[in-house]
T-cell receptor, first 111, second 111 residues
Framework: SQTIHQWPATLVQPVGSPLSLECTVEGTSNPNLYWYRQAAGRGLQLLFYSVGIGQISSEVPQNLSASRPQDRQFILSSKKLLLSDSGFYLC??????????FGQGTRLTVV | GEDVEQSLFLSVREGDSSVINCTYTDSSSTYLYWYKQEPGAGLQLLTYIFSNMDMKQDQRLTVLLNKKDKHLSLRIADTQTGDSAIYFCAEQYSGNTPLVFGKGTRLSVIA
């Protein structure tokens, strides 16, 4: 069966520090991968999605970037965090047709 | 453009039925989803419906789709305290495109 792992679960980082959140999927190949951010009162905002290795689509221009170095690995990064980067970050994967399955999320607090 | 709208709050008594409503704007959407999010957790897929269907029932859950009005609803029969969560409606144009989420409806079940 397929599983998705996302870590860390919580993170407190100072303003200006770098960020790296990692997401891996097991039990499937060539999944579509997504990073969403959930901020209070704003629902889920799609940040990046990838349909293959090295293929990244950015939905919202901002202080973040994403990379997909391997088929089942999706990384969210920042060189310098801003206070406004605080939020709940969710990784998700989907097969080529329908549905999306989510990780447990990372609560990022930038202080 | 894509937009998914939901009311933010719903409160029901235990044992009653809950109806959570959602409207979407993209008439080309092929798949429509309902996800559940419990506090501090990721999103759990509850059910989905193809755009060529009017209704889908799965145990206590009934999904109704009015494609003409672009209206989707989720009915939870015999609502329990464990159903308290945030419920997200999402639309998807095709299997290879990202899901677009509403802001979520917070369901509170009163014992």
């Amino acid at each position: 069966s397929q599983t998705i792992h996302q870590w860390p679960a919580t993170l407190v980082q100072p303003v200006g520090s770098p960020l790296s959140l990692e997401c891996t999927v097991e039990g499937t190949s060539n999944p579509n991968l997504y990073w969403y951010r959930q901020a209070a009162g704003r629902g889920l905002q799609l940040l990046f999605y990838s349909v293959g290795i090295g293929q990244i689509s950015s939905e919202v221009p901002q202080n973040l970037s994403a990379s997909r170095p391997q088929d089942r690995q999706f990384i969210l990064s920042s060189k310098k965090l801003l206070l406004s980067d605080s939020g709940f970050y969710l990784c998700a994967w989907s097969p080529t047709v329908a549905e999306a399955f989510f990780g447990q999320g990372t609560r990022l607090t930038v202080v | 453009g894509e937009d998914v709208e939901q009311s933010l709050f719903l409160s029901v008594r235990e044992g009653d039925s809950s109806v959570i409503n959602c409207t979407y704007t993209d008439s080309s959407s092929t798949y429509l989803y309902w996800y559940k999010q419990e506090p501090g957790a990721g999103l759990q897929l509850l059910t989905y419906i193809f755009s060529n269907m009017d209704m889908k029932q799965d145990q206590r859950l009934t999904v109704l789709l009015n494609k003409k009005d672009k209206h989707l609803s989720l009915r939870i029969a015999d609502t329990q305290t464990g159903d308290s969560a945030i419920y997200f409606c999402a639309e998807q144009y095709s299997g290879n495109t990202p899901l677009v989420f509403g802001k979520g409806t917070r369901l509170s079940v009163i014992a």
